[in-house]
């Protein structure tokens, strides 16, 4: 099986996106699966992202290399986002082949709060804070890289973050709902 994980902007959110999503797969049993990051076009921000003519581009040009298509971006504390990811999946249907897929997610708040997930908290954080900030990777992702003195590395701490925190993934499925909810689509798509 093929993924193409679709950021609003590869250039950090890769080093998070890419081994939460390998995570996810081995979670449900699936290691034979390939796994890239959109790199081509650059969509440069969520409002690319939520463009659906970008998206074509991308279901069009990636189209018979890849069985699920996976966008993921930010929720950014926008009530309707997942309304707006909803819309753009229906749109999708009609378009990827047969037997093929496009899913969108939102992270809450932040993909970086995914990362979070899988860490120990700095005295005096609460999950449920974190969760409910609107900036938590100024607030909270960026201090603890900075604590731990990541700053200088790939994706500004992003990359080493990430891979450790999936070491915890059931961690991170369980602090983020919408990670549960992502793995069982893709579990019932893969079992369709």
């Known amino acids: 099986m093929n993924i193409l994980i679709i950021p609003e902007d590869f250039r950090k959110d890769?080093?998070?996106l890419k081994p939460i999503v390998e995570a996810l797969l081995r979670h449900t049993g699936q290691n034979q699966t390939k796994i890239r990051v959109c790199q081509d076009p650059l969509l440069g921000g969520i409002g690319?992202?939520?463009?659906?003519?970008?998206?074509l581009e991308i279901?069009?040009?990636?189209?018979?290399?890849v069985d699920l298509f996976l966008l993921c971006v930010d929720r950014d504390g926008k009530p309707g986002r997942k309304e707006t990811l909803g819309h753009l999946e229906q749109l999708a249907r009609q378009?990827?082949?047969?037997?093929?897929?496009?899913?969108a997610e939102n992270a809450w708040q932040e993909l970086e709060v995914w990362v979070l997930a899988?860490?120990?908290?700095?005295p005096g954080w609460q999950w449920h804070r974190i969760r409910a900030e609107i900036d938590p990777k100024e607030r909270y992702f960026m201090p603890l890289v900075e604590k731990l003195g990541?700053?200088?590395?790939?994706?500004?701490?992003?990359?080493?973050?990430a891979?450790?925190?999936?070491a915890r993934y059931s961690r991170i499925r369980h602090r983020c709902p919408e990670i549960a909810a992502m793995e069982g689509r893709i579990q019932e798509w893969i079992g369709a």
């Open 14 to 16: 890769q080093f998070i």
């Open 48 to 55: 690319e992202a939520l463009k659906w003519d970008r998206l």
């Open 59 to 65: 279901i069009e040009n990636y189209d018979w290399q």
């Open 95 to 103: 378009k990827v082949r047969a037997g093929h897929a496009f899913f």
């Open 118 to 122: 899988g860490h120990d908290l700095l």
């Open 150 to 161: 990541l700053e200088d590395t790939p994706g500004e701490g992003r990359k080493i973050m």
């Open 163 to 166: 891979e450790k925190a999936t």
